[in-house]
């Protein structure tokens, strides 16, 4: 694929000199890393979510999880040693980020923004992430996170049954 939208996550991985492979799918309202996952037919476990949240005192930062996974909020909080850990607000998202939710790359925040990443996410082959874009992702190596990052990892992956 040579014609992929240059959003500002990709202008990042660009200029990183990160390999990746774009991949655009009809973006569905609520489809979430199901749908996307079905699209490109790849696991829901390489797919990763950018997921905005804040601490108690309101900063805030990114959680990478895979997608057929959730966040415990409360290891989460634990393993940073704050109280609580809570989702931000889909307009908080945008302020911060400058992409809508469904859309939200960790690449090329508005606000540098601390990353925090299911440890288990940097041992997969490679992962699915959003490229900045509804409906858009990239596949990247996962270890490339950290020549773009100072990933603090954690294990906070509840597996819904």
Known sequence: MTDYPMTQAIRVLKEKQ???VPHEYPYEERGGTKHSSECLKVSEHIVIKTLVMETDD???LI???????EVST??????MGVKTVR?????????????QVGGTSP?????????????????????????GKRGFLV???????????????VQAAIVPE
């Open 107 to 131: 690449f090329g925040t508005r606000k540098d923004l601390p990353i925090y990443a299911e440890a288990s996410i940097l041992a997969l082959d490679k992962i699915v992430i959003n490229g």
């Open 87 to 99: 989702p931000c607000d889909p307009a908080t998202v945008q302020k911060l980020t400058g992409y």
């Open 18 to 20: 990160i390999p990746f």
């Open 74 to 79: 409360k290891q989460l909080a634990r393993d």
């Open 58 to 60: 309101r900063r805030p």
């Open 63 to 69: 959680i990478l999880m895979h997608g057929d996974c």
């Open 139 to 153: 596949e990247i190596n996962p270890a490339d996170l950290r020549k773009i990052f100072d990933v603090k990892e």
